[in-house]
Each structure stands twice: as C-alpha cells, then as structure tokens.
C-alpha cells in the first residue's frame, strides 16, 4: 500500500521545476519592512505551490490557507487562493479513496507527548544517538507561538544522530542538497501534514550532494535545534548537517 501511494505522488512531481539554491548570491540590501512583508507572502505562495506541485496536498493546503489569511483584504486575491484550497482538499479525497490506506499510518510507533508521559532524551556521550523522527519531537509543540521546545530537546543540539525518514527535495529533482526528512510521505500527500517538530530539514555538506531516494532513507550528522520563522511563521525546529545518507535496510 504504501509503494502505490508512493508511485502516485512520484507521478505528480513530474515536470516540477525546483527553485534555484541562492546561497552563493551576493547579499542585497535590507527591503523596506512593507517589501519584506510582500516578499516573505510571495515565497510562502510558492512553497505552497511546489507543494502541490509535489503532490503534497494537505500541506500544500495548510500554506494555501496562511496565505489566504494574509490576503483576506483582498477579495480577488482571497478567491483565487481558497479555490487553490477547494483543489488541494479535492485530490486529497480523490488520493484517500483511490488508495486503501488509512491517513494515520498504523505502522508508525505511538509515541507519548505529553509533558507527564514523554521520554526524555538522554544520550550516551560519545555515541551516535539513534532514534526516530517522532521519538525525536516527542513533545506537544505550539506552531504559532513557539518558546516551548522542553530543555532535553534543545540540549540535543550539536549531538551525532541517526534518523530514518523520507526524503522530499526542498531544492531541486537531481543533486539534491537540501531536503526535508518525514516519518510517511502518505500524510504529506493525503493525510494530516506532519506537526513543525516531526519534519526535520536536512542539508549535505557545501560542494555536495546526493541523488533522489524514493525509499525510506537513513541519515546520520550533526543535530541542530533551533526554531526558524519566515514571515512570523515558524518553519522548522530541527535541522541536520548531514555526512551519510543512504537506503534503510529492508
């Protein structure tokens, strides 16, 4: 089940055309606070349609609708989002009732987190940390507010991890250099989108890069945890340096 619905949302991220890395241009100087507030609205209108570009449509959808907010002034503007949203939840039923697969994967480990119930993390000094996405952000985590990340987490930085995941190209279709890590790509597609603490953006080291994995993939590398905001949103709480990325045993 999960290979079909893997196949179909590798079917519709065909002809997609990624946006170009930029961290090689010169910087430019600072936008006035109104241009920055339009441009930070732009680039969140473009993640919102690569995403479904991707055929990730329930997180395209959760985009569409932070865009749709910001333009609620704008009536032309709103129309033409919430019909992008209309679409989005569209394919969403249309995937749901072609594949026989439940949107909460019941083969993922339940993990509790709860502030009572969760485990705290507690690595081994001088050993790679294995564990899992979810195992990872096993906390209940405000997406709007942020400040919440508990002490254990953010003492995880700068530690040597191991996570399996898998891959979905934030940059690019080939040579991938920056990607992000999910525990199911269903629930990017048709499912809930995963919670900001459960995705985990992942970057090769500079000059580097490796090809596209359509399987579950394993990623080793140094542990960074710090909440990232673009246009007041937070966008991801952890981030990984990558030195090993390869095929999950099977």
């Known amino acids: ?6 196949i179909l949302c590798l079917v519709l991220v065909a002809g997609v055309t990624f946006s170009a890395r930029t961290e090689d241009k010169p910087a430019a100087a600072a936008p006035a606070a109104g241009e920055a507030s339009k441009d930070n609205l732009k680039a969140m209108e473009v993640r919102a349609n690569e995403a479904f570009n991707r055929g990730q449509y ?4 959760d985009l569409f609708a932070k865009v749709a907010e910001r333009v609620k002034d704008d009536p032309k503007r709103l129309a ?4 992008q949203i209309r679409v989005c939840q569209t394919n969403i039923k249309q995937l749901a009732a072609a594949l026989p697969v439940p949107a909460a994967d019941q083969s993922l480990p339940q993990v509790e987190m709860t502030l009572e119930k969760r485990k705290k993390h507690q690595p ?3 050993e790679v940390y294995n564990t899992t996405i979810r ?4 906390f209940e985590y405000d997406a709007d507010k942020g400040g919440n990340i508990p002490e254990d987490v953010k003492k995880l ?3 040597k991890v191991r996570l399996s995941g898998f891959m979905i190209p934030l940059d690019q279709a080939d040579n991938i250099s920056n990607f992000a890590l999910v525990p199911s790509l269903f629930a990017c597609c048709v499912g809930q989108a995963p919670q900001v603490q459960h995705q985990v953006i992942v970057r090769t080291p500079k000059g580097k890069a490796v090809p596209y994995f359509p399987d579950e993939i394993v990623c080793e590398g140094t542990l960074k945890v710090e909440e990232r905001k673009d246009d007041g949103y937070i966008i991801s709480v952890f981030e990984l340096d990558v030195n090993s990325v390869k095929p999950a045993a099977k």
């Open 1 to 6: 089940m999960k290979a079909a619905a893997l």
């Open 157 to 159: 930085s700068g530690t």
């Open 135 to 138: 195992e990872l952000g096993n």
């Open 124 to 126: 081994k000094e001088g």
């Open 58 to 61: 329930s997180m395209a959808k």
């Open 80 to 83: 033409a989002i919430e019909e």
